[in-house]
């Protein structure tokens, strides 16, 4: 039988080893953390897109102004312009060529101060001075890296047999 009046001595190596693993798993534990921070090079870090979040959808509204030359169009983002609720690329720019697509669709570089949007599109419905079809996201930087969408574009052309200007307007939604 055992006598209540004597101690079990304790283990000092084994309470030391348990206080050791379990530094060893909490430092472990700490430098999984995915470092997915946002910083200056990488504004969208750690948004829903890496966090497993479910993405964002936004509807987008873009108004342009655009001058048509021989070899590549130009042209400004006009106010009125919005992502969601907040303005889109205010004092921004653009500029595109001619079926640089693999399926012959125009491109458009959309330059903006917190990165650059390129869209493809399809003008390819006219009635009179005014052509409409599809466009889709190609590509961004800065703020619309990983950016995918689709809508909409409508350009009404100005006056003269042959326009060099004209209003351009791409609705549509896009995710990031």
């Not at 798993?25 to 870090?45: I, K, Q, V, W, Y």
């Not at 009125?80 to 205010?90: E, K």
Request: hydrophobic content about 30%.
């Amino acid at each position: 039988m055992l006598d209540a009046s004597r101690r079990v001595p304790r283990h000092p190596r084994r309470t030391g080893r348990l206080i050791l693993a379990l530094a060893v798993t909490a430092a472990g534990l700490a430098a999984c953390g995915d470092g997915d921070t946002p910083t200056s090079e990488n504004p969208t870090a750690g948004s829903a897109a890496s966090t497993g979040a479910p993405p964002l959808s936004q509807k987008l509204l873009i108004k342009t102004d655009a001058k048509l030359l021989a070899n590549v169009d130009t042209g400004t983002v006009l106010t009125g312009s919005t992502l969601g609720d907040s303005p889109f690329c205010p004092g921004g720019t653009w500029s595109g060529g001619h079926g640089n697509l693999d399926d012959n669709w125009l491109d458009k570089n959309i330059n903006c101060p917190d990165g650059t949007l390129r869209i493809g599109f399809d003008p390819h419905t006219s009635t009179g001075r005014t052509d409409s079809g599809p466009w889709k996201v190609i590509s961004g930087t800065g703020a619309f890296k990983g950016m995918r969408g689709s809508g909409q574009m409508k350009m009404k052309f100005g006056p003269g047999e042959q326009p060099t200007e004209g209003h351009e307007t791409f609705t549509g939604t896009v995710v990031r």
